[in-house]
């Protein structure tokens, strides 16, 4: 599955745009592998780290990995750099909002988080936070 992150970050960087918009003329882009609000609750209820629920893990791990590349400014847009934390949020989202789907919801997410991001990282010699 570690061979797989990095393609899902390419493949996200289509869903999450830095703060200028790169769109088409129209004001649209395309979303690969577009998860509903209802597919992903059925998968959430899978064990963890298995199955469909570790895939949706990792499709959001890529899209927040390729958010934090593409995005000025930016370090890290989950300040507590807690996944679990952020599918917690998305079960919530999902929950309120059972006909949306994910990519709508990390857009709200990384709006919401986007004023308490970690811009930079203060020690480049330290080592990343590997809190799960």
Request: glycine letters at 4%; one cysteine or more.
């Amino acid at each position: 599955m570690k061979k797989l992150l990095p393609i899902l970050a390419i493949l996200a960087t289509a869903a999450f745009c830095p703060p200028a918009m790169a769109v088409d003329a129209h004001g649209l882009y395309q979303t690969f592998h577009l998860i509903t609000c209802e597919a992903y609750a059925k998968d959430r209820k899978q064990p963890a780290n298995t199955g469909m629920n570790a895939i949706d893990a990792i499709y959001v791990s890529g899209c927040l990995s390729a958010y934090n590349y593409l995005t000025p400014n930016n370090y890290q847009i989950v300040p507590s750099n807690n996944i679990g934390a952020v599918m917690q949020w998305l079960d919530e989202f999902c929950k309120n909002n059972p006909k949306s789907n994910i990519e709508i919801a990390m857009l709200k997410l990384t709006d919401d988080l986007y004023p308490h991001r970690v811009q930079e990282l203060k020690d480049p010699n330290a080592k990343p936070d590997k809190k799960k």
